[in-house]
């Protein structure tokens, strides 16, 4: 393998050094190129561009690979808890017994948010989308918890990412209750954490909730499914807005932001929401059409991945955990599930979805499956973000120990008007 390669430009020759990963693509270093050759790389979309180096997740989607700090995802969702998960992607190592407990122990220290918390919540309308809440009340810790908001000193930075892992859940809980006008429900530590998010989602001062253990096994599959997955839109988004130093409150809001839409955290929703518009398998081959017909631009949602051109490993075992979610529920028989299963069948025999490399990723079950655990589509992206807060603050952590790290500022290639003089308004 070269250590460098040679860019021609005109009759000049300029060496660029290769960077090796441990494993998948190395890389071009080109951030002397601006500085030695007057040129910008343009790559909208970042389709060739590694921000940035990491040592969390790899990803290799020709293959379906997923690998959080080296452990394939299939093991760890078999294997592991959300809490063991969020300890290996921050600090990189499994922990042992003595630091599980003290890691733990740590995160049901901070499970309560400021009782002041609450009044942000009765600015909303009730029935406001759980999500808009987030953006607001995530940012908002910022304004409650400027003790560890130092981003330079690492003792405060941990204090933080805890702080950010345990009330994210009781946040995303509250902003549940108050979107359908039910009290809020305090977190209960001695209920472990996916336990105690279901309590705080599905208690009320009337009735005592009982915990399924397929329900709770089958969120704490979807929570280290969704824990983290490299330099996606969200994780890249919350790196960015970190890069001007601002407090990770601020930082982890701009993941809520970004994750969002429909193309990202937002897709489950909009799985769900298709299958029951389709409403019947005798009208997939109507959507299977529109989705193939360029001039339309209905996709099929929860298909297709920027970086798996292969089967999502993800989808695999949400698959799985849907199948065993839908039986306790009592709806082994969903009309839904017949929906997509069917679907996958023909889209995944289709000569378009197969040329283009198009598989079901993870929001194509999990929509199902959240949706038999009960709770409304409102609150998958909320999920999704409760779970992914876990790599957005692994990533912000690593950026902040990187010597390399600095202030993420891209270029563009100007296409505007050139220097002009101004026109006075009755010249116009
Ligand atoms: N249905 C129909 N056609 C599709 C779909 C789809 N779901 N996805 C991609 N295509 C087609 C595009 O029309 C395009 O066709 P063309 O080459 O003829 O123009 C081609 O496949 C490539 O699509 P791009 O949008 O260029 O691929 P990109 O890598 O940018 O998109 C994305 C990836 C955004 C996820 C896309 O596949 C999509 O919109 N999927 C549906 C939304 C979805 O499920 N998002 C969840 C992503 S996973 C996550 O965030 C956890």
Same mark, same amino acid.
């Given at each position: 393998?070269?250590?460098?390669?040679?860019?021609? &430009?005109? %009759?000049?020759?300029?060496?660029?050094? &290769?960077?090796?990963?441990?494993?998948?693509?190395?890389? &071009? $270093?080109?951030?002397?190129?601006?500085?030695?050759?007057?040129?910008?790389?343009?790559?909208?979309?970042?389709?060739?561009?590694?921000?940035?180096?990491?040592?969390?997740?790899?990803?290799?989607?020709?293959?379906?690979?997923?690998?959080?700090?080296?452990?394939?995802?299939?093991?760890?969702?078999?294997?592991? /808890?959300?809490?063991?998960?969020?300890?290996?992607?921050?600090?990189?190592?499994?922990?042992?017994?003595?630091?599980?407990?003290?890691?733990?122990?740590?995160?049901?220290?901070?499970?309560?948010?400021?009782?002041?918390?609450?009044?942000?919540?009765?600015?909303?309308?009730? *029935?406001?989308?759980?999500?808009?809440?987030?953006?607001?009340?995530?940012?908002?810790?910022?304004?409650?918890?400027? $003790?560890?908001?130092?981003?330079?000193?690492?003792?405060?930075?941990?204090?933080?990412?805890?702080?950010? &892992?345990?009330?994210?859940?009781?946040?995303?809980?509250?902003?549940?209750?108050?979107?359908?006008?039910?009290?809020?429900?305090?977190?209960?530590?001695?209920?472990?954490?996916?336990?105690?998010?279901?309590?705080?989602?599905?208690?009320? +001062?009337?009735?005592?909730?009982?915990? /399924?253990?397929?329900?709770?096994?089958?969120?704490?599959?979807?929570?280290?499914?969704?824990?983290?997955?490299?330099?996606?839109?969200?994780?890249?988004?919350?790196?960015?807005?970190?890069?001007?130093?601002?407090?990770?409150?601020?930082?982890?809001?701009? *993941?809520?932001?970004?994750?969002?839409?429909?193309?990202? *955290?937002?897709?489950?929703?909009?799985?769900?929401?298709?299958?029951?518009?389709?409403?019947?398998?005798? @009208?997939?081959?109507?959507?299977?059409?529109?989705?193939? %017909?360029?001039?339309?631009?209905?996709?099929?949602?929860?298909?297709?991945?920027?970086?798996?051109?292969?089967?999502?490993? =993800?989808?695999?075992?949400?698959?799985?955990?849907?199948?065993?979610?839908?039986?306790?529920?009592?709806?082994?028989?969903? %009309?839904?599930?017949?929906?997509?299963?069917?679907?996958?069948?023909?889209?995944?025999?289709?000569?378009?979805?197969?040329?283009?490399?198009?598989? +079901?990723?993870?929001?194509?079950?999990?929509?199902?499956?959240?949706?038999?655990?009960?709770?409304?589509?409102?609150?998958?992206?909320?999920?999704?973000?409760?779970? =992914?807060?876990?790599?957005?603050?692994?990533?912000?952590?690593?950026?902040?120990?990187?010597?390399?790290?600095?202030? @993420?500022?891209?270029?563009?290639?100007?296409? *505007?008007?050139?220097?002009? $003089?101004?026109?006075?308004?009755?010249? =116009?």
């Amino acid at each position: 393998m070269p250590d460098k390669c040679t860019l021609h &430009i005109g %009759d000049k020759k300029f060496d660029l050094p &290769i960077r090796k990963g441990t494993v998948g693509p190395n890389v &071009i $270093d080109i951030t002397e190129l601006y500085k030695n050759t007057g040129y910008f790389t343009f790559d909208p979309g970042f389709t060739s561009t590694a921000s940035c180096k990491s040592d969390i997740c790899f990803i290799d989607g020709d293959k379906g690979i997923l690998l959080y700090r080296g452990y394939p995802i299939e093991q760890l969702a078999d294997k592991s /808890n959300f809490i063991e998960t969020a300890y290996l992607l921050i600090k990189g190592e499994l922990p042992n017994r003595q630091q599980f407990q003290e890691f733990s122990g740590a995160i049901k220290n901070h499970t309560m948010v400021h009782e002041q918390i609450r009044s942000f919540y009765n600015g909303f309308r009730r *029935g406001a989308h759980p999500m808009a809440i987030m953006l607001s009340v995530v940012g908002a810790l910022s304004a409650f918890y400027a $003790d560890s908001a130092n981003v330079n000193d690492a003792n405060e930075r941990e204090i933080s990412q805890r702080r950010m &892992i345990a009330k994210v859940p009781t946040l995303a809980a509250m902003a549940y209750k108050y979107s359908i006008g039910q009290p809020f429900v305090y977190p209960d530590n001695e209920l472990d954490y996916i336990e105690n998010f279901l309590n705080m989602c599905f208690s009320v +001062p009337a009735f005592k909730y009982k915990i /399924n253990q397929t329900i709770s096994h089958a969120l704490e599959k979807i929570f280290i499914l969704h824990a983290d997955h490299e330099q996606n839109a969200s994780t890249s988004t919350v790196r960015l807005s970190a890069s001007s130093a601002v407090n990770p409150f601020a930082s982890i809001s701009s *993941g809520f932001s970004s994750l969002w839409g429909p193309l990202h *955290g937002g897709a489950n929703e909009a799985a769900l929401k298709m299958l029951k518009t389709i409403g019947n398998v005798k @009208n997939i081959p109507e959507f299977i059409k529109r989705a193939k %017909d360029p001039k339309d631009n209905f996709r099929l949602m929860g298909f297709g991945h920027r970086v798996y051109k292969s089967y999502d490993p =993800r989808a695999k075992i949400m698959q799985k955990a849907c199948h065993e979610v839908l039986e306790v529920s009592g709806k082994k028989n969903d %009309d839904l599930l017949k929906i997509a299963l069917e679907l996958e069948k023909i889209a995944l025999n289709d000569d378009y979805f197969v040329s283009k490399k198009l598989y +079901p990723n993870i929001d194509f079950y999990s929509g199902i499956t959240l949706n038999a655990m009960g709770f409304p589509t409102e609150m998958f992206a909320v999920l999704f973000a409760v779970a =992914r807060t876990v790599g957005w603050i692994a990533h912000w952590g690593e950026m902040y120990s990187d010597p390399e790290n600095k202030l @993420n500022r891209p270029r563009q290639l100007y296409i *505007g008007k050139d220097k002009r $003089d101004f026109i006075d308004i009755s010249k =116009r």
